[in-house]
């Protein structure tokens, strides 16, 4: 290494060289370090997939073993088996992304399995594939040799086709020249389902809740049998390509100051548990922009524990892209220490009704009569300024809610004197008063929600499928679950057909640049003409 004498002893051109040359070998030793890093993180993350894969290809010996499937109902066995296929198929993919993006290995050195022709009763539909131009570029005109012909299954309910995609072969007989079309990408490379087959599975999973091993059966009856564990390998690998897109959404959401969250328990199979048949109480949480937002949005995070360390890292308060707004929650007390990392809590109004309500219906409390009627008054309030922009509704609050709330408040106080502690009168009205600033929050903002019934609305098909689950056989397939749901009622709230968006994000994504998949996000989603 030159020092800083011997540096000042040379002439002042040559030192200009030598200080240009040491700073581009500083650079390029930097860029070799990064690189580098990168490439032992890539490394860490594939042997941590590579793990992951090796415990669930365990796990799935164990799920078949004859001693452990005596111990499971059929239908508890066969939605084990999907997501234990579903994961497999989604940790593999994602290994090939990490190893395609780092040393050049991708697909082309898994071997696939062999293919059997699609069934040759069902119908055909062609989807020619020619080239642009069929002019070579020596004037002579090219003729048509032959074509390449993949057949895609295709489905729209209760009925299968098949769809030839054509891709004619055209050649210069002058100059030896062979034209053809390039292979139409999908995001299955090489798998026989079209968009919309993957788009009818997933859909039918994770919004009308049927198990994979249901859909088994319609399908048999429309005339063709897919096996459960091939549905499941679908559904694992669209959920790691759609991910980016879900992790766009929630980006998008975190844009907003004022959002709504809420959670509500499912239950998971751990590894641990797996030969015992035991479940583990995990939680789904979801996040949403108010409905009063343009931007309608929701996602769903898959968790292990209610702990409200789940909302701070979705919310990413530990981290120089902290959010900062309001979140409208229930009383729940896991949403506290995101107030202390710079958070406004402003608490649902519904929720201080509904004690009084459970007074009313089980006691038919006077008390609690009188509470619902200031409750009543308010929510008219919020009904009638519904439609109108946030100002305005923050005017209208501070002119009319805020004079009930002055009298509710007084008459709380008053009340709080004259019931007997500890009785249940009393712990309804300690509800309110002791979170006040934050049911009351609602007045100073006119973004800002006087309930987090519409969160709750978002969370309802998640507690009506829980039924159909029974559980989320690991935290890889609730998280897959999650993502998927996300997409799928956001596009629902936005007035869309979930099946006609996931089909054409679908038959996008492949091609779709990254650095525009936020045109892919539901809420920006157009659908195609025609």
Known sequence: ????????????????????????????????????????????????????????????????????????????????????????????????????????????????????????????????????????????????????VAEKLDYQPGVFTVERHVRGKWVCRCCQKLVQAPVPAHVIDKGIPTAGLLAQVLVAKFMDHLPLYRQEAVFARAGHLIARSTLAQWVGECGAQLQPLVQALADELRRHLVLHADETPVAMLKPAQLRDGKTHRAYIWSYCTPSTNPTRAVVYEFCETRSGENVREFLQLDTPQAWKGTLVTDGFSGYSACVE????????????????????????????????????????????????????????????????????????????????????????????????????????????????NWVENQIRPIALGRANWLFAGSLRAGKRAAAVMSLLHSARINGHDPYAYLKDVLERLPTHSASRIDELLPHRWTPPEG
């Open 1 to 148: 290494m030159i020092g800083a004498q011997q540096l000042d002893a040379l002439d002042p051109q040559t030192r200009q060289a030598m200080l240009s040359l040491m700073a581009e070998l500083a650079a390029r030793d930097a860029q070799l370090q990064k690189r580098d890093h990168e490439i032992a993180f890539k490394q860490a993350l594939i042997d941590k997939l590579t793990y992951e894969m090796a415990v669930l290809k365990r796990l799935k010996f164990a799920a078949t073993s004859e001693r452990f499937a005596s111990t499971l109902s059929p239908e508890q066995k066969s939605l084990l088996e999907e997501t234990l296929d579903a994961d497999l198929s989604e940790l593999s993919r994602e290994i090939e992304q990490q190893r395609g993006d780092g040393d050049g290995k991708g697909k082309a050195d898994k071997k696939s399995p062999k293919r059997a022709p699609l069934p040759p009763h069902l119908p055909r539909r062609d989807v020619p594939h020619e080239p642009a131009d069929t002019n070579c570029g020596c004037g002579q005109a090219m003729q048509r040799i032959g074509e390449d």
């Open 341 to 452: 990392k710079g958070v406004t809590s402003a608490q649902c109004m519904a929720h201080a009704r509904r004690k009084f309500n459970d007074l009313w219906a089980n006691h038919r409390s006077e008390v609690a009569r009188l509470a619902l009627r200031y409750h009543q008054c308010l929510f008219r309030i919020e009904r009638e300024i519904e439609a109108l922009p946030g100002d305005e509704r923050r005017r209208i609050r501070q002119r009319k809610s805020r004079r009930v709330l002055a009298v509710f408040h007084r008459w709380l106080l008053a009340q709080r004197q004259l019931v007997p502690p500890g009785s249940a009168t009393v712990k309804a009205i300690d509800y309110s008063l002791k979170r006040w600033k934050e049911l009351t929050r609602f007045v100073e903002d006119g973004d800002v929600p006087i309930s987090n």
